[in-house]
């Protein structure tokens, strides 16, 4: 059975940084995509970015140039690096590995 464990969120300064991880429980890590999303106070879920097999990545136009993503097979781990953050930034961040979901971590970019 596959679980997601996301840890890293919290609160920052405009213009901070953090670093989300999400680890997988379960085999085949190394074979499949892993996505970030997000979901802020009365909007939709949307994709923040995803990082395939290969380490290809790709983002969203808001979070391009200031989040990367990358994964440690070894450690079945995944990170959002986030940069130059915005007070839009905020939102429940969460990542999505084979149709299964993590907890969220709440992330909130307040002076």
Not at 25 to 43: E, M, T
Not at 90 to 95: K, N
Request: charged share 20%.
């Amino acid at each position: 059975q596959v679980q997601l464990e996301e840890s890293g969120g919290g609160l920052v300064q405009p213009g901070g940084s953090l670093t989300l991880s999400c680890t997988v429980s379960g085999s085949l890590f190394r074979s499949y995509s892993v996505d970030w999303y997000r979901q802020a106070p009365g909007k939709h879920r949307e994709l923040v970015g995803s990082i395939t097999s290969t380490a290809s990545t790709v983002y969203a136009e808001a979070v391009k140039g200031r989040f990367t993503i990358s994964r440690d097979n070894a450690k079945k781990t995944v990170y959002l690096q986030m940069n130059g953050m915005r007070p839009e930034d905020t939102a429940v961040y969460y990542c999505k590995f084979r149709n299964v979901w993590g907890q969220g971590t709440q992330v909130t970019v307040s002076s």
